[in-house]
């Protein structure tokens, strides 16, 4: 007997279900596209349990008729493609047919339709992939289909779901990224408890982000819009469903890129701000998030992202969306084209906010005859670029002349070239010179140097030991946002932000673990808003809020109040603050992470409530600051990873001046 067989229909309809049904969020997907594909106006979604125990999405679309219906459950059953050609322009944002067997497999479904046309609509119950009612019922016009015990029968998959804050904010996102995506719609999203989202039809998508985000988003987003010709290609026409009233048709053969970026300022540090739609399909793809990389190179630090609402329109035979059974990955015919056309199109809006450029840490120098000390970066620049490395920003000015002085304590004052001649390279042949983090490894000083200038500066051996902290002397402040200071080993410099935020850091997380965080009150309680995704996190850590000196409640479904907050940090600071928690918490957790959550919060407290870059520091607090750094437990990084201080040994200071 051979050993090739053919799977049976149930098994085969799990590995699809495998495919297409990722968590609730899948479900909510599939459904929410064929909604959409049906020419709904409103689109109602109603979850609990973060969509574990039930999902019911009702729209006023087409809707279906009997015999449509039970067709629908059949594998690979589509009213939207009819051959293979139709493959190669699908105008539709479902099309595989795969979703609704895939999704019934999996659980128990409830779906009503009915087409307008008819009198009367059908009522189709399915429990793991098996009809257990078909019958007909008094129903409105339109869809309505309700999802319960997803993966009753699949209990593997089941146990990989992660927990109900996490898929509720996974379903919120979606849900507000399609209503962004399509502003003349109706939307709601409705938890077991309150409704996330009700955004009623607006006229564009600026009106759409002002009503679910509000102003102050709206005015930190810079709009784009262009386009550009692909003259061999013709565009056909998408099915009227799919076309709004102010719907304006591309020319044949054109690309068009509109939507929302972030000003440079706004930075987030992950990638979830990033929603990129292709024909009004939302896309998950990296090809498109290098491009808006690259449109953000040398504008942002590699380690933080922007804000991005980009809605990309071009002839459906230019985009490949068969590529992936979730159609969350795209292929385009010119993808080169295509991803020069969303990079330049994004540098060109970025260009005109006039962003500050951002430069390497490092600072050069190139010695040549009578320019020796003419540094090939400003001091200004190299400031604000160790500044902006670390994860600040410093106010835009003019670039200082060279013979500027920096500014030191007791009076003491030092030249600009001259700073740059001790702390950059200044050598012309050998190795270059680098600055070097605190801690790394060091070799024994050379003492030796011909010529009548030459002779032996007395050094003692470089240990790297942060207990030498203790030993250092402050100078003086360069630009009121860096300790410029000295012991035996060296020259020192240290971000005075950083080092206190390492120094509050560790104590609120001792204060944190003796019950003892120190809270102020707030003369008029603070109203912040909530995004549906933030909603579920604040739902999960509101206790661990409070246990850190947060006096936060509900107020109103999409507000809370907030009373207090930790010492140390300005009111000004605190819906900042909360915003940036909310967004942190790593949505992908089997579980909220306590622990993690408490670091989190414990290291946003210290950055709002450390001193700031550009804050002048009498001496006597300076030498405070770096005693109390010197007791940390880990003086050499922030809470974030960045770097405290940097050292520049007595041997690289020696070896810029030619003495080794």
Not at 177 to 197: Q, R, W
Not at 243 to 255: A, C, F, L, M, N
Not at 259 to 274: A, C, D, M, T
Not at 435 to 457: F, K, V
Request: charged share 25%; proline share 6%.
């Amino acid at each position: 007997m051979g050993r090739i067989h053919v799977l049976p229909e149930h098994v085969a309809n799990k590995i699809a279900a495998g495919e297409v049904v990722e968590r609730p969020a899948s479900v909510v997907k599939e459904l929410l596209e064929n909604a959409l594909d049906a020419g709904a106006r409103r689109i109602r979604v109603q979850v609990a349990a973060g969509g574990k125990k039930l999902i019911q999405i009702t729209d006023d679309g087409c809707g279906m008729v009997r015999d449509d219906a039970l067709l629908a459950f059949e594998r690979h059953a589509t009213s939207k493609i009819r051959d293979a050609e139709d493959l190669l322009n699908v105008a539709t944002l479902g099309f595989r047919g795969e979703a609704l067997p895939s999704i019934a497999s999996v659980s128990r479904l409830r779906l009503e339709s009915r087409a307008p046309e008819e009198p009367s609509g059908t009522v189709v119950e399915i429990a793991g992939g098996k009809i257990l009612k078909v019958e007909e019922a008094g129903l409105p016009a339109g869809t309505s289909i309700t999802v319960r015990d997803l993966f009753f029968n699949t209990p593997a998959r089941k146990k990989f779901l992660k927990a109900e804050s996490t898929e509720l904010s996974h379903i919120a996102s979606l849900v507000t990224h399609y209503a962004l995506a399509h502003p003349d719609k109706h939307f709601e999203l409705h938890s077991a408890t309150n409704a996330m989202l009700i955004a009623a039809p607006v006229a564009s998508r600026s009106e759409r982000i002002y009503q679910i985000f509000g102003k102050e988003t709206l005015d930190q987003l810079l709009p784009i819009a262009a386009a550009a010709r692909l003259e061999h290609i013709g565009l056909p026409e998408p099915p009227p469903w799919r076309r709004s009233e102010d719907y304006q048709r591309p020319e044949p053969g054109e690309v068009r890129a509109t939507g929302f970026v972030s000003r440079p300022e706004i930075q987030k540090l992950n990638r979830n701000s990033i929603f990129v739609f292709v024909n009004g399909r939302l896309i998950r793809d990296r090809f498109m998030h290098h491009a808006l990389t690259e449109a953000y190179r040398n504008i942002l630090p590699p380690t933080v992202f922007p804000v991005v609402l980009l809605f990309l329109e071009l002839p459906a035979g230019e985009v490949d969306v068969n590529v992936h059974p979730s159609k969350t990955e795209v292929r385009f015919r010119q993808q080169g084209f295509v991803h020069d056309f969303v990079r330049d199109t994004v540098r060109a809006a970025l260009m005109k906010t006039r962003p500050v450029p951002h430069f390497t840490t490092e600072i050069h120098a190139q010695p040549t005859s009578a320019q020796a000390l003419s540094p090939m970066i400003t001091p200004h620049i190299a400031t604000q670029a160790a500044v902006a490395e670390a994860g600040f920003r410093l106010e835009p000015q003019a670039v200082p002349p060279r013979n500027e002085n920096f500014r030191f304590g007791d009076g003491i004052e030092i030249t600009a070239n001259a700073a740059v001649s001790v702390l950059g390279r200044t050598e012309t042949q050998g190795p270059s010179t680098h600055a070097q983090l605190a801690n790394s490894p060091r070799a024994a000083l050379g003492m030796t140097m011909g010529g009548e200038c030459g002779g032996i500066i007395d050094a003692a051996h470089e240990n790297g030991d942060s207990t030498s902290l203790a030993s250092l002397s402050p100078l003086g402040q360069l630009r009121d946002s860096f300790i410029l200071a000295v012991n035996g080993e060296g020259l020192w410099i240290i971000d005075q932000h950083v080092a206190h935020e390492r120094v509050l850091f560790e104590r609120v997380l001792r204060q944190r673990a003796a019950e003892r965080v120190e809270t102020q009150q707030l003369l008029m309680p603070l109203i912040v808003e909530l995004t549906p995704g933030q909603q579920a996190v604040f739902s999960e850590i509101s206790d661990e809020l409070r246990r850190n000196g947060f006096e936060v409640e509900p107020f109103g479904s999409h507000t809370i109040a907030v009373k207090a907050s930790p010492a140390g940090v300005d009111a000004s600071d605190v819906e900042r603050m909360l915003h940036e928690l909310l967004d942190q918490v790593d949505r992908e957790s089997q579980a909220i992470n306590l622990e993690q959550v408490r670091a989190r919060i414990a290291a946003s407290i210290a950055c709002h409530a450390a001193i700031k870059v550009n804050t002048p520091l009498e001496k006597n607090k300076m030498e405070w600051l770096l005693k109390e750094l010197a007791r940390t437990e880990c003086p050499m990084s922030c809470p974030h990873g960045r770097p405290v201080l940097l050292r520049y040994s007595v041997r690289e200071i020696q070896k810029a001046f030619k003495r080794i």
